[in-house]
């Protein structure tokens, strides 16, 4: 297994756990990119993606495969106007985190990990900051 960091640059990335499960994958596109997690099946995969990029038009999106599965979990988001943070958790039908490089994070240095910890679920935690009004990442639309 290899510990080297998965640089992407595409706008567009269908997650594979032989290929990117257990890896850093860093985000490197300042115009956004869409990942895809695989179907949920309760497996165990792990995907741990950094921005290594702060996006600036477009969005950061991770959504999930299918109709059946939902994510689970919290982003923890620093504010920019003060010492403190927000945190959002998702919604019973949250299926996407969107990051927009500004009230949604997106920003160089944000974490997102997301494991499959159940056939239809998706456990998720974030750990990022943003600027403007903090508002939640997650949503019940698929992009």
Same mark, same amino acid.
């Given at each position: #297994?290899?510990? !080297?960091?998965?640089? @992407?640059?595409?706008? %567009?990335?269908?997650?594979?756990? +032989? +290929?990117?499960?257990? $890896?850093?994958? %860093? *985000?490197?596109? &300042? $115009?956004?990119? %869409?990942?895809?997690l695989p179907a949920s099946t309760g497996a165990g995969a792990k995907f741990r993606i950094v921005t290594g990029t702060?996006?600036?038009?477009n969005n950061l999106i991770v959504q999930v495969a299918n109709a059946t599965d939902i994510m689970t979990g919290t982003?923890?988001?620093? !504010?920019?106007?003060? =010492?403190? $943070?927000?945190?959002?958790?998702?919604?019973?039908?949250?299926?996407?985190?969107? #990051?927009?490089? /500004? %009230?949604?994070?997106? @920003?160089?240095?944000? @974490?997102?990990?997301?494991? =499959?910890? /159940?056939?239809?679920?998706?456990?998720?935690?974030?750990?990022?900051? &943003?600027?403007?009004?903090? &508002?939640?990442?997650?949503? &019940? *639309?698929? +992009?």
């Open positions: #297994m290899s510990y !080297q960091p998965i640089n @992407i640059t595409a706008s %567009t990335l269908s997650l594979v756990a +032989s +290929s990117h499960g257990d $890896a850093t994958i %860093t *985000a490197n596109r &300042a $115009a956004g990119i %869409t990942f895809t702060t996006i600036t038009s982003a923890l988001l620093a !504010q920019d106007a003060a =010492d403190t $943070a927000v945190l959002f958790e998702t919604a019973s039908d949250s299926v996407t985190v969107t #990051m927009n490089g /500004s %009230t949604t994070g997106g @920003i160089k240095g944000d @974490i997102l990990e997301f494991e =499959d910890v /159940s056939s239809g679920l998706w456990s998720v935690s974030i750990v990022g900051s &943003a600027t403007g009004t903090e &508002a939640t990442v997650f949503s &019940a *639309a698929v +992009s």
